[in-house]
């Protein structure tokens, strides 16, 4: 299927070709491995993996901003999220907080995800015939598992056995990427936000409703950090902002202010990273976890705070909820060899990595990896650095894309200190390199 990648796709861009005369010239390509994969070349990012991750992040957050609403709305995303009260699978957890999501949309679940009896499989099958797009459910009997859970485009049962509804809605999105369909006028907004906001794909311009969806969702807790100079010696101040986004672009962020609250530490503030955070969090009630982030004054943006010193001439220390303003995915991951099974559940997460797995926390490395779409690509290397300059060349080797999350530092590596491509640099890393080469 890699070699007749090109064939394909010059096929479906040209002829447009019917769903069901392309499955009988394309069979291989309906099969959840295949899906996966001509996602991945189409664009570069896992699908399967990326998809659940992103939702199970977003999930406790979704379901905060589905059960403030009221009226009619509020009362059928209520009904929608009743079964999970009820049952702790986590694909049914999943299902409720998607068919939420179509509500919170003004869109109709029901016109989509299709639920059948087995015992009317005449009418099921008529239903079927004359669906553009959806993901069927056949029970048994009404309460009962499900019989069979699969994909309909064009009145077609193209996929078959999905296993469960999330999956189903994860390989349709894959479809529709690897056949250039549009997606189904009843559930546009749906696959918009799976789109853009989930998959993080085109997000460029976003519909004004997923574009308010998204402000609500990446909404932060900001705590603004001063020190002050007085007669005692340093007097650290913090002002708790609390409040939703009102508008951001990936610089900045503008809040709507609901609370606020001041603390002084006539002592000055903890010396380790660890034990400020938890003073924080403790003195502020906060109940998610967070970051630590400070503005870097010469690239004029906020980083990851690893060490306290770093903000002892800073003007500002962030609290970040927001993945936008923080990855949410570490690059450099250390593990102890006593939490293999926690350390492969993590890595089988991870886009892009270099893992690190000891045998103590002060101890030498165990093992030193790469990890790439979930699979430890190489394991062994030595050290973290000889991982990076490998990875570097295995992103060559495999035409990838740097990760978004040390964009960046690639780009360094790549035009600065390989001297590759070097005509164009991103503003901050021109600056670098002019003070570098001063």
């Given at each position: 299927?890699?070699?007749?990648?090109?064939?394909?796709?010059?096929?479906?861009?040209?002829?447009?070709?019917?769903?069901?005369?392309?499955?009988?010239?394309?069979?291989?390509?309906?099969?959840?491995?295949?899906?996966?994969?001509?996602?991945?070349?189409?664009?570069?990012?896992?699908?399967?993996?990326?998809?659940?991750?992103?939702?199970?992040?977003?999930?406790?957050?979704?379901?905060?901003?589905?059960?403030?609403?009221?009226?009619?709305?509020?009362?059928?995303?209520?009904?929608?999220?009743?079964?999970?009260?009820?049952?702790?699978?986590?694909?049914?957890?999943r299902e409720c907080i998607l068919k939420s999501l179509v509500i919170y949309l003004n869109e109709d679940p029901d016109s989509f995800f299709k639920e059948y009896l087995?015992?009317?499989?005449?009418?099921?099958?008529?239903?079927?015939?004359?669906?553009?797009?959806?993901?069927?459910?056949?029970?048994?009997?009404?309460?009962?598992?499900?019989?069979?859970?699969?994909?309909?485009?064009?009145?077609?049962?193209?996929?078959?056995?999905?296993?469960?509804?999330?999956?189903?809605?994860?390989?349709?999105?894959?479809?529709?990427?690897?056949?250039?369909?549009?997606?189904?006028?009843?559930?546009?907004?749906?696959?918009?936000?799976?789109?853009?906001?989930?998959?993080?794909?085109?997000?460029?311009?976003?519909?004004?409703?997923?574009?308010?969806?998204?402000?609500?969702?990446?909404?932060?807790?900001?705590?603004?950090?001063?020190?002050?100079?007085?007669?005692?010696?340093?007097?650290?101040?913090?002002?708790?902002?609390?409040?939703?986004?009102?508008?951001?672009?990936?610089?900045?962020?503008?809040?709507?202010?609901?609370?606020?609250?001041?603390?002084?530490?006539?002592?000055?503030?903890?010396?380790?990273?660890?034990?400020?955070?938890?003073?924080?969090?403790?003195?502020?009630?906060?109940?998610?976890?967070?970051?630590?982030?400070?503005?870097d004054a010469d690239f004029n943006e906020f980083i990851n705070l690893t060490s306290v010193s770093e903000i002892a001439h800073k003007s500002t220390l962030k609290v970040?909820?927001?993945?936008?303003?923080?990855?949410?995915?570490?690059?450099?991951?250390?593990?102890?060899?006593?939490?293999?099974?926690?350390?492969?559940?993590?890595?089988?997460?991870?886009?892009?990595?270099?893992?690190?797995?000891?045998?103590?926390?002060?101890?030498?490395?165990?093992?030193?990896?790469?990890?790439?779409?979930?699979?430890?690509?190489?394991?062994?290397?030595?050290?973290?650095?000889?991982?990076?300059?490998?990875?570097?060349?295995?992103?060559?080797?495999?035409?990838?894309?740097?990760?978004?999350?040390?964009?960046?530092?690639?780009?360094?590596?790549?035009?600065?200190?390989?001297?590759?491509?070097?005509?164009?640099?991103?503003?901050?890393?021109?600056?670098?390199?002019?003070?570098?080469?001063?």
């Open positions: 299927m890699e070699k007749t990648f090109s064939q394909r796709r010059l096929e479906i861009v040209e002829q447009r070709p019917m769903i069901g005369d392309f499955k009988s010239r394309w069979p291989a390509l309906f099969q959840q491995s295949e899906v996966n994969a001509e996602f991945l070349r189409i664009t570069t990012k896992p699908l399967q993996s990326k998809f659940m991750y992103q939702l199970d992040h977003f999930s406790d957050k979704l379901l905060q901003i589905f059960t403030s609403k009221g009226g009619v709305k509020g009362k059928k995303i209520k009904e929608a999220l009743a079964i999970t009260d009820l049952c702790d699978n986590i694909n049914t957890r087995a015992s009317a499989a005449d009418d099921a099958e008529r239903d079927i015939s004359n669906t553009v797009m959806g993901i069927y459910t056949i029970r048994r009997n009404g309460d009962g598992g499900p019989e069979d859970v699969g994909i309909v485009i064009e009145g077609i049962k193209v996929m078959e056995n999905v296993g469960n509804v999330i999956v189903g809605l994860i390989l349709l999105l894959g479809l529709i990427y690897a056949l250039d369909l549009s997606f189904p006028d009843n559930l546009k907004y749906t696959f918009e936000f799976l789109q853009k906001v989930v998959m993080n794909l085109d997000g460029h311009k976003l519909n004004a409703k997923i574009q308010q969806l998204k402000i609500k969702l990446y909404g932060v807790d900001i705590i603004v950090y001063q020190p002050m100079i007085t007669s005692r010696g340093d007097t650290y101040r913090f002002l708790l902002l609390v409040g939703e986004i009102r508008a951001f672009s990936s610089a900045s962020a503008f809040l709507g202010l609901s609370d606020s609250r001041k603390l002084t530490l006539d002592s000055g503030i903890p010396t380790k990273v660890e034990e400020l955070h938890t003073f924080i969090k403790t003195f502020f009630q906060l109940e998610e976890d967070f970051r630590l982030q400070y503005m970040i909820y927001s993945p936008i303003l923080s990855p949410v995915e570490p690059f450099i991951t250390l593990y102890t060899a006593s939490a293999a099974d926690d350390a492969e559940r993590d890595i089988s997460n991870t886009v892009m990595g270099i893992y690190t797995i000891r045998r103590n926390g002060d101890g030498g490395p165990e093992d030193v990896g790469i990890v790439i779409e979930g699979i430890k690509v190489m394991e062994n290397v030595g050290n973290v650095i000889v991982g990076l300059i490998m990875l570097l060349g295995l992103i060559y080797a495999l035409d990838l894309s740097f990760p978004d999350n040390l964009k960046y530092t690639f780009e360094f590596l790549q035009k600065v200190v390989m001297n590759l491509d070097g005509h164009k640099l991103n503003a901050k890393i021109q600056q670098l390199k002019i003070k570098l080469f001063a």
